[in-house]
Nanobody, 117 residues
Framework: QVQLVESGGGLVQPGGSLRLSCVGSGFTFSEYHMKWYRQAPGKERDLVAAITPSGGYRNYGDSVKGRFTISRDNARNTMYLQMNSLKPEDTAVYYC??????????WGQGTQVTASS
């Protein structure tokens, strides 16, 4: 079955950077659209960024454009989220999701990101 494991979260000062990773197993990674979501306490889970199976197209939520970069390495079954210029409002649990047009979608367990001084 689809398994997704996120890593790379942690505590960082505002203005700092982190890189999240999401490793997939149990499925053909290169056939799936991959996405990053985040959920802050008391708020809904929101889409942060998405990337097509080949990596040729990416899109971002308005609040992270110009600061975050999504990428993937299909040979390593891994997706990344490079987060720069982090703000306190970026604090959330970050989840990766694998989407297939026919097979549905699956979530990872999440990784906590905290931007605070």
């Amino acid at each position: 079955q689809v398994q997704l494991v996120e890593s790379g979260g942690g505590l960082v000062q505002p203005g700092g950077s982190l890189r999240l990773s999401c490793v997939g197993s149990g499925f053909t990674f290169s056939e799936y659209h991959m996405k990053w979501y985040r959920q802050a306490p008391g708020k809904e889970r929101d889409l942060v960024a998405a990337i097509t199976p080949s990596g040729g197209y990416r899109n971002y939520g308005d609040s992270v454009k110009g600061r975050f970069t999504i990428s993937r390495d299909n040979a390593r079954n891994t997706m990344y989220l490079q987060m720069n210029s982090l703000k306190p409002e970026d604090t959330a649990v970050y989840y990766c999701r694998a989407d297939h047009w026919r097979l549905g979608f699956s979530w990872g367990q999440g990784t906590q990101v905290t931007a605070s001084s």
